[in-house]
């Protein structure tokens, strides 16, 4: 079976070399983003999201959860898709759903991730659940869980089920990185299925390919908006931009 090289990071992998991961035959990257409801390494993912874009890397963003009700994880959702709406990524967002502290029912945690996931494809985003294969098997209702793409850890020579990414090692070496780092294949390439429409409240979806522009030093929103006979108002709302004065390098904007 063809599969997609990958890897994930967070603030523990330090300073990378997005050139050299991407010469290594790196595809694809999730960056951690966020945690709960506040994280103080928010910073890290705000560095590294346009430097990965710009060395050609498919990037996606994740959001480990601490939620155990329905009213938590929409908060944890709101706090998540505020932090990374900037940020033009092209893979998918993801719920990183692996621990269970407060003891929830199945019932209610499974009720959570699904009020999670929903409100990342409300968004426009494709969602994603992460989770470990004994977690997923034992803390959730797996049946009410088949609409959204699956990504499985599991340290093994083997998944042993079905999944659309398996994170197979938490230790592997990688040029650019100077710490281990998690290694992932996917099995489906999600090579533009970001930037989707829902339609009449339902879960059929049109794929869209939509004109962008990777932002490059010097540029302003007003001279992209010049070049591309567009208005700074239309890239501010395309994009979600707060501040009209902060774009970044690498970053990708979406045009139309």
């Known amino acids: 079976m063809e599969y997609i090289k990958g890897i994930d990071v967070s603030h523990w992998q330090g300073a990378i070399s997005w050139g050299e991961v991407a010469k290594a035959g790196v595809k694809f990257v999730f960056i951690k983003a966020t945690e709960g409801t506040s994280y103080s390494k928010l910073s890290y993912f705000k560095e590294n ?3 990965a874009l710009a060395a050609g890397l498919k990037v996606g963003a994740y959001h480990y959860a601490k939620f155990a009700t329905v009213a938590e994880a929409k908060a944890e959702a709101a706090y998540f898709l505020d932090s990374i709406r900037s940020f033009a990524l092209n893979y998918p967002i993801v719920l ?19 009020a999670f ?3 990342i494809e409300e968004a426009g985003y494709t969602a994603m659940l992460y989770t470990g294969k004994y977690f997923l098997e034992n803390s959730l209702d797996e049946t009410r869980l088949t609409n959204y793409a699956l990504w499985i850890a599991r340290y093994n020579s083997m998944l042993g089920r079905s999944a659309d990414i398996w994170q197979h090692s938490d230790s592997g070496k990688i040029s650019g990185i100077s710490t281990k780092v998690d290694l992932n294949i996917a099995y489906r390439d999600f090579t533009n299925t970001i930037n989707t429409i829902r339609t009449h409240n339902t879960r059929a979806w049109e794929a869209e390919t939509p004109t ?36 970044y390098i690498g970053q990708k904007l979406r045009l139309k």
């Open 49 to 51: 999201a346009p430097q």
């Open 96 to 114: 990183d759903l692996e621990e269970n502290k407060k003891k929830a029912k199945k019932k209610t945690l499974t009720d959570a991730a699904i």
């Open 117 to 119: 996931l929903e409100a």
């Open 212 to 247: 962008t522009y990777t932002v490059t030093k010097d540029d302003t929103l007003s001279f992209i908006a010049k070049k591309h006979n567009t208005t700074v108002k239309s890239l501010v709302s395309l994009n979600g931009i707060k501040d009209p004065d902060k774009i």
